[in-house]
C-alpha cells in the first residue's frame, strides 16, 4: 500500500515537471536521476531520501519549503 505523504510528493514533483514543460527523461538527466527512478517517485512507489529531495528542489530552483508546499 503506498503512503499518502509518498503521493502527495510524487504528485508535486510530477506538477512542477509538466509547469516547467519536462519529460521524465529530461528531469532525470538534470537531476542525476534515472527516468524510472523519477516515475517511481511520481507514482509514490518510493522513498526518496532528504539528500534526493534536495536534488529534486535545486533542480526546481527552489528551496526545500517551495518544493515541500503542497495541499492537503
Same mark, same amino acid.
Given at each position: &500500500? =503506498?503512503?499518502?505523504?509518498?503521493? =502527495? +510528493? #510524487?504528485? /508535486?514533483?510530477?506538477?512542477?515537471? =509538466? *509547469?516547467? #514543460?519536462?519529460? %521524465? *527523461? %529530461?528531469?532525470? @538527466? /538534470?537531476? #542525476?536521476?534515472?527516468?524510472?527512478? $523519477? #516515475? &517511481?517517485? *511520481? ?10 529531495? @534536495? $536534488? +529534486?528542489? =535545486?533542480? +526546481?530552483? &527552489?528551496?526545500?519549503? *517551495?518544493? +515541500?508546499? $503542497? @495541499?492537503?
Amino acid at each position: &500500500m =503506498k503512503e499518502p505523504i509518498l503521493i =502527495k +510528493f #510524487g504528485q /508535486r514533483i510530477r506538477a512542477l515537471r =509538466k *509547469e516547467r #514543460g519536462l519529460s %521524465q *527523461e %529530461q528531469l532525470a @538527466e /538534470r537531476a #542525476g536521476f534515472h527516468r524510472n527512478y $523519477v #516515475g &517511481m517517485i *511520481e507514482r509514490g512507489e518510493r522513498n526518496p531520501s532528504l539528500l534526493n529531495i @534536495e $536534488v +529534486f528542489a =535545486k533542480t +526546481f530552483g &527552489m528551496s526545500l519549503s *517551495e518544493l +515541500f508546499n $503542497v @495541499e492537503d
